[in-house]
């Protein structure tokens, strides 16, 4: 097994191992490679794109990757994604891909804290807390739908 940065070249396979992971449970979210290439590239080129794969037999079978941040006294890095195969989930190999990457970012880019977004009742919320992650005291996340705002100035 490999585990280097991640780059541009990579983007095919990562769409593709994205739309496998988040289509599979426990997500069964109807991903396609397409799609996942249109959420994906645009992520990768980012100059501010800080990642890793995980290489089996030439095959990448899992990523992670985000983005570095500007903040008062250091940086940030917002892990936007991290995926590893199903066949070889529980194996380690995701707590190698986030050591591998906050090793990469932590002097490199003066990377003060990590955060991510991701669902309560999946596995990869007990994997984060494993890993040190906790829920913010203090912050929440807020979303709405495009729609019901326009629909609310409208009426």
């Not at 280097?4 to 191992?17: K, M, S």
């Not at 794969?53 to 570095?68: L, P, R």
């Not at 995701?94 to 990377?111: H, Q, Y």
């Amino acid at each position: 097994m490999e585990i280097r940065n991640i780059d541009e070249t990579d983007t095919e396979q990562v769409a593709d191992l994205f739309a496998a992971c988040f289509s599979a449970e426990p997500w069964n979210e109807p991903w396609t490679s397409a799609a996942a290439h249109s959420r994906i590239a645009p992520m990768i080129r980012s100059e501010t794109c800080r990642g890793a794969v995980a290489i089996h037999e030439h095959k990448i079978v899992g990523m992670a990757f985000g983005q570095v941040e500007g903040w008062i006294n250091g940086n940030l890095f917002l892990l936007q994604e991290m995926c590893v195969m199903p066949n070889s989930q529980r194996t380690g190999l995701g707590k190698m891909l986030l050591d591998f990457l906050i090793e990469e970012v932590a002097d490199r880019d003066n990377i003060i804290a990590i955060y991510l977004l991701t669902n309560r009742d999946v596995p990869a919320a007990s994997f984060y807390s494993k890993h040190h992650f906790a829920a913010s005291p203090k912050k929440i996340v807020m979303g709405a739908s495009v729609r019901s705002i326009l629909n609310a100035k409208s009426a």
